[in-house]
């Protein structure tokens, strides 16, 4: 019998990349995208429409299509979760409390993206170890956190099959992030093809882990297909990739475009950004179920610039 997915999010910065996959693993219609506000014109597939936080309509969905897997990744980001901080916890907890509560009924597979946002200041900066200090000065985080133990405290009460990770700062030219603190990240190529200078929003030392999104998606999909036994982690999984200042960012990019410009205006953002680490210890994940990254910074720059020059031009 054929796998019925569900995507939340379908069409943020992860969904978009996400979706396609699916779809061609197990079949266009198989593959049920949950939108929002946003719905892009040029999609192509089962769509639905709606809040995660809306109990009834989540209900709805199970009944109609009794998933088989959940990748739950709706969520307000960092900046927005500071400027609407009530709104961000009623999505974030709202809408993973019933994911997490249909899943357990009906059985289901769930995958739910936390974030580097746990971390906090009081964290160890670098290589952050998977077991550590968890205290977030971000609504966002605040929500990440929460989410996370409720998740180990469904796995280990009700048996249900979660698996997650932290995402660090995810870089891709096919859809933008929206409201995070690590979109400079993202902002500045389409600065430099475009020839315009880029205002940077933290500080050129600014140092945060990353990774290109290819990677981000092949490792939740081989996070998904891993066997229950070898997932030791129930809350979620350091992931990471490559680390690297803003300013580090900036000097690969401009061995393409010698000419870019950037000048460092740090806003609120900044406040996020120091309270995360630099660098953070995956081990776990490359233990339990293998993960390896493939794009290291040179290759990111390389990869994302030739896409992004073929869409902007
Ligand atoms: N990219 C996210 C943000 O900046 C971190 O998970 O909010």
Known sequence: MDKK???TGPFGQIGSELVPKLQERYGK???VALGHRHIPDDYEGVLEQGGVEDKEFMEGLWKEYDFDEVYHLASL???TGEKRPDLAWKVNMGGLKN???LSRDHDSRVFWASS???FGPTTPLNDTPQHTILEPVTMYGVTKVSGELL???YHEKYDLDVRSLRYPGLISWKEKPGGGTTDYAVEMFYKAIRGEKYTCFVREDTELPMMYMDDAVRGTLELMEADNESIT???????SALNFKAGELVNEIKKHYPDFKVEYEPDERQKNADSWPDSVDDSKAREDWDWEHKYGLKKMVEVMLKNLENKLN
Not at 233 to 239: L, P
């Open 5 to 7: 997915i569900l995507v």
């Open 29 to 31: 219609e198989n593959v």
């Open 77 to 79: 980001l960092s900046a």
């Open 99 to 101: 994911v997490l509560d």
């Open 116 to 118: 580097i946002a746990v």
């Open 151 to 153: 998740c180990q405290y």
């Open 233 to 239: 982690v129930r809350t979620s999984y350091n992931h």
